[in-house]
């Protein structure tokens, strides 16, 4: 994110293994095809960019069931948990009130419920198409001051484990249109927790051009974005 505010046109940002929970936000971009600003992993490493935060501190609620309380200032201005996935063209959820929040374990991103009862029980959820994997349920309420998260984590200590949630709305988006002739490659990018993206509203993918032209986006692992992986779409508009 540092070298996204200060790369210019004809610069490449050649980025070394580790995990980044960032949302990448350039502040320039390139002036033509020849003059671009990259962006790429180096040869040889692994570089993941992750729109979630790993979180510890959680303790046993009932059963298999774990529970987890978060003050709201941890997610500062956006907070998933308290945001529905909603708009235009969204036509059945199955009973449910999906967030944009998500909850993972190990890399793997568990089912929402809407009860905690349901994630006690852990039956599998109607027309999912793994039942195994969807036995394995989070729950989470939040009001004005705490978010709270409950989750089966299939037997495991998730002190132990890697568990991670959902906190940045993008991985790679600009704040403004018109950032044109950027090149993304090499990379591995996760857990954004985008809004659905009907064609009447803003549609934000985990990573895109925000209406911007000449982008390139090549060679990257994109995966677990709640609504959409790569957005060319829409801006806001009324």
């Not at 979630?52 to 609620?61: A, F, I, L, P, T």
């Amino acid at each position: 994110s540092k070298a996204a505010q200060i790369a210019l046109p004809g610069v490449t940002v050649t980025v070394h293994t580790g995990v980044y929970r960032e949302w990448v936000r350039p502040a320039y971009g390139g002036e033509s095809h020849s003059k671009r600003i990259t962006y790429h992993a180096a040869a040889d490493s692994e570089v993941w960019i992750k729109g979630s935060e790993r979180v510890q501190g959680w303790v046993q609620h009932k059963g298999p069931v774990w529970k987890l309380t978060l003050d709201n200032t941890f997610f500062g201005d956006f907070n998933p948990y308290k945001e529905i996935v909603s708009g235009d063209w969204l036509l059945d959820t199955f009973g449910r009130d999906p967030h944009l929040g998500e909850v993972y374990l190990n890399g793997e991103a568990l089912y929402e419920n809407n009860s905690i009862a349901s994630i006690v029980k852990a039956a599998p959820l109607e027309r999912a198409v793994d039942t195994i994997a969807s036995k394995y349920q989070w729950y989470c309420e939040s009001d004005a001051h705490k978010t709270v998260i409950y989750a089966h984590f299939k037997g495991l200590n998730p002190n132990k484990e890697e568990v991670e949630i959902n906190v940045r709305p993008a991985v790679f988006f600009p704040d403004k249109t018109g950032l044109n002739y950027i090149t993304v490659r090499g990379f591995k990018m996760a857990h954004a927790a985008t809004q659905w993206a009907p064609p009447t509203a803003a549609q934000t993918g985990l990573i895109g051009p925000n209406w911007s032209k000449g982008w390139i986006i090549e060679d990257n692992f994109i995966t677990d974005s709640k609504c959409t992986g790569i957005s060319i779409g829409k801006e806001y508009a009324s």
